[in-house]
């Protein structure tokens, strides 16, 4: 019996370490093109948005920018990932997103190249965040849905798009998650 209990504990354990390795291996683009992945934010508390410039929920930008400022020093980052899925709030290019981002909203925190996070062109970070196997599944709702990653890499939040960055709830969240 107690070899079938430390057999299970460690497939638990092995399972759930290889998903938070695949999670940290999934291959991202920079808005600038240039190869990354969340493995660049190893050991952070990370805090995944997909974003978009001509959504009611745009603003949010301004919100994601103060808590980046100031939790970033104590280890958290937050990361954009524009998104043109819904109402195709966000036609433009990288370099314009970039641009608009920069001079809109003084956005300092990483942003990432322009995808997917629902239908057959999900991008493998959205599906692995949100997909049947996820840890916290179901389809993305709308812009500025977010996930908030823990420092060994596993999610352990998700916050619909209508809840603002400095909500208490997300504020909580990221301040735990940095202890």
Same mark, same amino acid.
């Given at each position: 019996? !107690?070899?079938? #209990?430390?057999?299970?504990?460690?497939?638990?354990? =092995?399972?759930?370490?290889?998903?938070?390795?695949?999670?940290?291996?999934?291959?991202?683009?920079?808005?600038?093109?240039?190869?990354?992945?969340?493995?660049?934010?190893?050991?952070?508390?990370? #805090?995944?948005?997909?974003?978009? *410039?001509?959504?009611? +929920?745009?603003? !949010?930008?301004?919100?994601?920018?103060?808590?980046? !400022?100031?939790?970033?020093?104590?280890?958290?980052?937050? #990361?954009? =990932?524009?998104?043109?899925?819904?109402?195709? !709030? @966000?036609?433009?290019?990288?370099?314009?997103?970039?641009? =608009?981002?920069?001079?809109?909203?003084?956005?300092? =925190?990483?942003?990432?190249?322009?995808?997917?996070?629902?239908?057959?062109?999900? *991008?493998?970070?959205?599906?692995?965040?949100?997909?049947?196997?996820?840890?916290?599944?179901?389809?993305?709702?709308?812009?500025?849905?977010?996930?908030?990653?823990?420092? +060994?890499?596993?999610?352990?939040?998700?916050?619909?798009?209508?809840?603002?960055? @400095?909500?208490?709830?997300?504020? *909580?969240?990221? @301040?735990?998650?940095?202890?």
């Amino acid at each position: 019996m !107690q070899t079938f #209990l430390l057999a299970g504990i460690l497939t638990v354990a =092995f399972v759930a370490n290889a998903m938070t390795a695949s999670l940290a291996e999934i291959p991202l683009k920079t808005i600038d093109g240039t190869d990354a992945s969340l493995k660049d934010y190893a050991g952070k508390v990370v #805090l995944i948005v997909n974003v978009a *410039s001509k959504c009611g +929920n745009t603003p !949010q930008y301004a919100e994601l920018e103060t808590l980046y !400022q100031k939790y970033s020093p104590q280890g958290f980052v937050v #990361l954009g =990932f524009p998104c043109n899925d819904f109402g195709a !709030q @966000e036609p433009g290019t990288n370099e314009q997103i970039k641009e =608009f981002c920069s001079l809109k909203y003084k956005v300092t =925190f990483p942003m990432f190249d322009k995808v997917h996070v629902k239908g057959p062109e999900q *991008s493998p970070l959205y599906a692995a965040l949100s997909g049947p196997d996820a840890k916290l599944p179901g389809d993305v709702k709308w812009n500025f849905g977010k996930f908030l990653i823990g420092k +060994n890499g596993e999610v352990i939040a998700r916050f619909e798009p209508g809840m603002k960055p @400095e909500n208490p709830e997300i504020v *909580s969240a990221i @301040e735990t998650a940095l202890k």
